[in-house]
DNA sequence: CGCGAATTGTGCGAAATTCCTCAATCATGC
DNA sequence: GCATGATTGAGGAATTTCGCACAATTCGCG
């Protein structure tokens, strides 16, 4: 392979599937894209790619030529992280990946404290539903509810808090208990302990409201419309809303700290790790 | 890492040491190597190489990141394997690496009989001493003569061949064998079983040539002034040489074919493997 | 059925990269 | 001590590469 320009290209394409995708992720123009995966065909002299109309489609020997270069991308990103890690002192970026709610409420707002103690770093702060790839070099840490297991990752657990149901203060008064109606996460969170726990108590009584977003959910409470399991660091803070005592508790939630192995070890990132880990730890006794 | 180019420039500067060597191996310009490794300091902040008046060297961390980088470029290899395995058909370039005495003396001359069969195959016959890599694909198959242990290669035995020592006829019959003389690799062969077996023999005789080429040493020998040990192969062909039969007889050697796994499987790799098959064993009989 | 959104393809101008030539520096051998 | 060979460095021309704007096509949806 005498261009590795190419195979990056070719590589990208193949995991985004579309050229526009791949042109987007690249911060390229697509004619670019289009372009170095010709170059690929006519270096290997193979037919890579079905161009049709509206999508490029792998042919069989583009699958297998993407499978072998995938291990290509890996390396490069152990590039990415050795640089990373040898670079030295307490200067450059790094991104942070959370959930956004755990992002707004704890992190946020005390970033300011950190960039007062070093302030060479940079951060980027992701909040994302979707968990950001440590190994992809989408974030350089990355705060998580669950212990995932991920290759090459350290887990650590920096945290806990607890859930319980909120509504606005007026709502509570006036709603008798049977009557009470609730404000959920969509189908795509079934599988979140906390929305489990929920699933249980409505047990028949109405659900007014689902979102997938725990600010919306807030809000809604907020207005008067239904009751929403908020985290307490959201819900204690806000003053219009009042915790619900149910019969059963939900049940709390751990969090993680997940940082790549070849980055544990270097200041800045032990800097911002310890930071985090402040951030949630002073919380819990709130 | 946004530009993987700028690693392969690093890399093979790396292990060349030099900027003109890595610009050779890469077919580009050395300013070109050179403002690629700076293009790569930049984007990674860091210092790569000191810039010595004659010479390139790593620093520290530019060896950390040449290491990590290597991988990548295995990976680049297996792409380009991947490539060569899934290339239809028998046509296309093979690279054949073989000791010199072998490659002249058992393979160029069958090559025409290959090409008859086979006219979609192009050859590229490699006669050197140094072993080729097949793992960074200096060769596509290799002859070696003794078993080696690189990681990802098939190695099969394919042939055997006996050595004896050879004189010019005339010489033979005129000297008495207290006044033999003999004829030998230089220093870096010393190693070679035929070499050692040689040198028990010598045994305070005199070594009145030392020459790392076969075929020099043959074609001393024919001029009569001492014995060589040839493989039967090339000695036997010789009308001018004649075998003189020691007390002992020189060990024989294997020769072993070699191949990547990753390629043994493709037409034109099972059909090239066949011929140097057939080239090696067919001789033994003679 | 027609509209809109998204994707791929084409032509052209701009920008970046590369190569070539010459000069300077330095180690090595005689 | 000096010539020689090899290497790095710098500036200008040429080639390559890239991005932009627009056309063409397809798919989804009301």
């Given at each position: ?57 792998l042919t069989d020997d583009g699958k297998r030529i993407a499978d072998t270069a995938m291990p290509m991308e890996e390396a490069a990103f152990a590039v990415g992280r050795a640089v990373q890690a040898v670079r030295p ?18 992190i946020a707002p005390r970033l300011i404290a950190l960039r007062r103690r070093h302030p060479g770093i940079h951060i980027n702060l992701i909040g994302e539903k979707r968990t950001a790839s440590l190994n992809r070099r ?149």
């Open positions: 392979m005498t261009d590795w320009e190419n195979l990056r290209f070719f590589v990208t394409l193949a995991r985004e599937g579309t050229l526009s995708a791949a042109a987007r992720v690249l911060a390229v123009d697509h004619v670019t894209v289009a372009r170095r995966v010709a170059a690929l065909e006519a270096e290997t002299g193979l037919k890579l790619v079905d161009r049709r109309a509206r999508s490029y489609r002192g307490l200067r450059g970026e790094v991104s942070i990946s959370s959930p956004p709610s755990l992002a707004n409420a704890l989408e974030a350089d840490v990355a705060l998580r509810l669950s212990r995932p297991s991920e290759p090459g990752l350290i887990a650590r657990k920096i945290g806990r808090f607890g859930f319980s149901l909120y509504g606005a203060h007026a709502y509570l008064k006036e709603t008798p208990p049977h009557a009470l109606a609730f404000i959920a996460y969509d189908s795509s969170m079934d599988d979140a302990p906390q929305q489990k726990w929920l699933r249980t108590l409505v047990a028949g009584r109405e659900t007014v409201l689902r979102t997938n977003d725990l600010e919306n959910q807030a809000a809604a409470a907020r207005t008067g419309v239904g009751l929403a399991v908020l985290p307490h660091f959201l819900g204690d803070r806000d003053p219009e809303l009042r915790r619900y005592n149910a019969m059963s508790a939900p049940p709390d939630r751990d969090i993680w700290l997940l940082v790549h192995r070849d980055l544990r070890r270097t200041p800045i990132m032990r800097a911002v790790m310890d930071f985090l880990s402040d951030c949630t730890t002073r919380r819990r006794g709130e």
